[in-house]
C-alpha cells in the first residue's frame, strides 16, 4: 500500500484473524550540535578517548566488552550473543493480548510511534480491526520482537490507518503518584477558580508545529554578536514570584486585559519576526525592580 | 526520595507567576545495566577528552563551549554568558496558548516530564493553573528551552501535580498520506462488525503498568547468575506460538467466530 520501504514487516494477529502488515518510522528526532566543546588552554577542539579506568591505556573498540557488575568491582562478561540469548526469537506478529480503554492509557509510557499499513492481501481484516477499536474507543496492547528488542506496542487508529508506538517498560517510567506525592492537597475554587479559567478561554488557540521555531541559535548568533563587539546583553532577571496575598489581585488584573483580536497560534510566534530578539521584553518586573 | 530537579524556573499564566521544577517522567536507573570492560584486564572502561591537535588530555574544568564562525575560528562561551541569552523560554514557561485535551496528538509527544511546584509560595498560583486547565479540560501550550534547543511543550494536569511534554518539531513527523493513502476508505463489513466488537469486548482489560512487564529484564538476570555460578546456561527463550499464518479474506467471519468461542473456554494456565 505505501510506497515507501517498510522498517519491518510481519503481521498483526487478533484472536484467530491474522493478517501482514508494514511498519514504518513515524517520527525521527533531528540532532542538532549547537556548540563544539573546546580546550580552552589552547582553543582547539577535543575529542573523545577510551581508556582503562586503572592502567589510563587507551581501550580501542574491538576491545571492549559488556559487563554486569555483580560486586563492588567485580563484573560478569557477557558476549553480544550471550545477550541475544535473553530475547525470544522473532515470530514477526504483533499478537494482540488486550484491549484498553483509550480513556485509561497513561500516556506517559508512550515511546516511539511508527505507522502501520496493510500488505496487499490484507486491507479487509485489517479495516475491520481498525473500524472496530475506533468504535469500541480502545487500543491493542501486542508484544513482538522489533529491531532486536522484545517490545511492547500500542495500536490505536490513526485516520485511514493504524499507529503503533512502542511503550516504555514498567520499570523506566516513573509513577506520576509518586511524583507528585509530597504536594498538598489544594482545590481551587471559587472566583479565583472562575478569573483562572476566564483567562484560559481567552487564550483558547491550537498548536501548529509547522508555526513553531526554534529561536535558540538566533538568540546565541546575537550574545556571540554581541561579545564580539564588546556589548554585554543586560542580566536576565526572573520574573517576580505571585505573593500568595497578591494571587487574587494578579488574577483579576489577568481576566481583565483585552484579549487579542486574531485567534492565537501556538507559543513563540508573536516576535519570531526578522528583527534580532529583543534583549528584553517588556515586563512588570521592570518597575517591580 | 530526594532527586535532583532536572530543571527550575518559572510558570506564568498572564500576570500569574510561580517557581517550579521539573523531573523526568522515565529513568533508566531500573534497568539492568552493562558496563564496558576492558576484555584484557576487565578495568571499567571510561572516556576522556583530549586536545584534538596536541593529543593531550584535557581536564574537566578545561572543557569550553565554543561558538564556530568559520573554519577553525571559534568564539567561546562560557556558562553564565549562555544564560543571558534573550530568550524567556529558559527559565520561564508562559503558557500563551490552550487548547482541548484531545487536539494535540499523541505522535506529536516527544518527551515526559513532571512539573511542581518548587517553593511552598507557588503552589496555590500552581493549583490555579492546573486546576483551571482540568475545569476546562485543556491543555496549555508553551514553549521552553531544553538541552540549548527551544521546544513547544504541552503543559496537562495531572493528579496533584503538571505532565509537561516535548513536542515533536513539524518536520520531524513524517506525512501519514504517503502511508495510509492507498488504504481502501470502503466502510468495513457490517455483518463482521458485531462479531469483532464483542471479541474486542472479551478481551478488554483495565489499564495497568504490569501489562508492559519485561520478561527480558529476567532471563538477563538469569543467565547473569548462571554465568556467575558458573552453571549451564539457560536455553534460549523459545517463542510460545507458530507463526501467523494469514487468513484468506474470506475465512475473516469463521476466524473470528473460532476466536469469540476460544475467548468463552477456560483460560488455560
Known sequence: MATARANWKGFIKFGEVAFAVG??????SSERIAFNTLNRATGNR????????????????????????????????LEPEEIAAAIPDSDKTLRIEAFIPCNEIDDVYLDKPYYLAPDKMGTDAFRLLRDGMRQAKVAALAQTVLFRRLRTVLIRPHGNGLIGTTLNFDYEVRSSQEAFDDLPDLKIEGEMLDLAK??????????????????????????????????????????????????????RQSAGMKSPAKPKRASAKADAGDGPPKAKRPSRSKRAA | MALRPYWKGYLKLSLVTC???????????????????NRATHNRVVSHYVDAVTGKEVKDEDEVKGYQRGEDDYIILEDEELE???????????????SPRDSVEWIWLDTPYYL????????????????????????GISSLVISRRERAVMLEPRGKGIVLWTLRYGDEVRDEEAYFSGIDDAPSDSQVMPLIQQLIKKQTRHWDPKLVADPVQDKLLEIIEAKRKKTKRPTKAKSSEPKATPNNVINIMDALRKSVEAEDRPRKR
Not at chain 2, 24 to 34: G, L
Not at chain 2, 84 to 98: E, H, P, R, Y
Open chain 1, 23 to 28: 511498519l514504518y518510522t513515524a517520527a525521527s
Open chain 2, 84 to 98: 543571558n541569552v534573550a530568550l524567556d523560554s529558559t527559565k520561564t514557561i508562559d503558557i500563551d496558548v490552550f
Open chain 1, 198 to 251: 476566564h483567562i484560559i478561554t481567552t487564550k483558547k488557540g491550537s498548536f501548529d508545529a509547522k508555526a513553531f521555531d526554534d529561536r535558540y541559535d538566533a538568540a546565541v548568533a546575537e550574545l556571540v554578536k554581541a561579545k564580539i563587539e564588546g556589548r554585554s546583553l543586560p542580566k536576565r532577571k526572573a520574573p517576580p514570584p505571585s505573593k500568595q496575598s497578591d494571587l487574587l489581585q494578579a488574577l
Open chain 1, 46 to 77: 577535543v575529542r573523545r578517548e577510551f581508556v582503562d579506568s586503572e592502567t589510563g591505556d587507551r581501550v580501542e573498540r574491538d576491545e571492549q566488552v559488556k559487563g554486569y557488575e555483580v560486586e563492588n568491582g567485580d563484573y560478569v562478561v
Open chain 2, 19 to 37: 517557581p517550579v521544577q521539573m523531573m523526568p517522567a522515565t529513568s533508566e536507573n531500573e534497568k539492568v545495566r552493562f558496563h564496558t570492560l
Open chain 2, 116 to 139: 511542581s511546584p518548587d517553593d511552598p509560595v507557588g503552589q496555590e498560583a500552581f493549583s490555579v493553573i492546573r486546576d483551571a486547565m482540568a475545569a476546562e479540560d485543556m491543555v
